[in-house]
């Protein structure tokens, strides 16, 4: 079994996955497993079959789902997302494998650089607002380099190192916020199961930009709301809902007096109006494993399920990802 599968979603053009599949071939770590998702169609005309697996996502499918059907089909004890159009260089993968010997790490997350200017930090991993928001870390490199190895709140779906028993314990992804969100949520489920994250400086990874999922007016109101409510009580009530307010408040503002203020809040509203959706959500998460507890991953959840394979072999080299998807 490989002790590392590098899984690249592929949701834009053919060059930036053939430059990022590059950039992993020449750098990858020994015994490791290189798969990539597509959705588009792509004809591997570099013959590279025998080093890399093709798998084929669903036509429109986002970097999550992309992400999620290569998880499916990879073999290995820890994954490494790296969304297509980000390079590697030599030995980035180690520093952070490393962690993995702690059994209380699910994720780590590498150091996302700019690629034209490399002093620039991109991204050093995600932290979540009280009122209901998701934020990219950004800091002064010299200061990340200088404090080390140190705990975050999350990783950014665009580059992460997971322990795969960890994705399985929390069941993956979730549907139910929306692509842009997805990580947030993740990061809230592992804190959750007792697992930490960590940021590693020295596994770096460079990138032009990060992708962003656009989605309509309503959906981005809905996804924000049930992101809130979903994680509120960790917070703290009082503290969740004055801070929630201030947040809907300022969105409402700032997107005045575009009509599409309306199909947010409309999109809000709905949301909050749902409480089964969220009874439903804490019975879930009240069945989930804590850390080290290889149990049960069988609980019925809204997560994208990684734990094994969902058709009865592996999808070989260009075949079609088997679609296996709950939604709340």
Same mark, same amino acid.
Request: proline share 5%.
């Given at each position: ?51 890399? /697996? ?124 929306? $692509? ?11 804190? /959750? ?32 709301? /049930? ?61 989930? $494993? ?39």
């Amino acid at each position: 079994m490989p002790r590392l599968a590098i899984v690249i979603p592929a949701i834009g053009t053919a060059e930036s996955l053939e430059a990022t599949l590059l950039a992993v071939l020449e750098n990858r770590p020994h015994d490791c497993e290189v798969i990539a998702v597509t959705n588009f169609d792509y004809a591997d005309p570099y013959k590279l079959g025998d080093e890399v /697996r093709f798998v084929a996502a669903r036509d429109g499918a986002d970097l999550v789902a992309c992400a999620g059907a290569a998880i499916a089909v990879a073999r290995s004890a820890v994954i490494h997302v790296l969304a297509a159009g980000c390079q590697v260089g030599e030995d980035w993968a180690e520093p952070a494998l490393e962690h993995f010997a702690d059994l209380s790490v699910g994720a780590v997350a590498p150091l996302v650089l700019q690629s034209d200017r490399q002093d620039r930090v991109l991204a050093a991993g995600i932290d979540y607002r009280a009122g209901g928001a998701r934020r990219v870390r950004v800091k002064k490199l010299a200061r990340i380099t200088a404090a080390g190895t140190t705990a975050v709140f999350g990783v950014c779906r665009q580059a992460a190192f997971f322990r795969r028993s960890a994705l399985e314990a929390v069941g993956g992804w979730t549907t139910a916020v929306g $692509p842009e969100l997805a990580d947030i949520e993740l990061a809230w489920a592992m804190r /959750r199961a007792g697992y930490r994250t960590l940021l590693e400086p020295a596994a770096c990874v460079y990138a032009k930009a990060l992708p962003t999922a656009q989605v309509g007016a309503f959906r981005q109101g809905l996804y924000s709301e /049930r992101l809130f409510w979903r994680n509120a009580a960790q917070v703290g009530w009082l503290k969740a809902l004055a801070a929630h307010a201030w947040l809907v408040a300022c969105d409402t503002v700032v997107h005045l007096p575009h009509p599409s203020v309306l199909l947010r809040l409309a999109g809000r509203a709905c949301a909050a109006a749902d409480y089964r959706h969220y009874m439903r959500h804490a019975h879930q998460q009240a069945e989930v $494993p804590p850390a080290g507890d290889d149990s049960d991953r069988s609980a019925k959840s809204d997560h994208l399920r990684i734990d094994g394979d969902h058709t009865s072999r592996p999808a070989a080299s260009g075949e079609r990802a088997p679609r296996r998807m709950r939604t709340a």
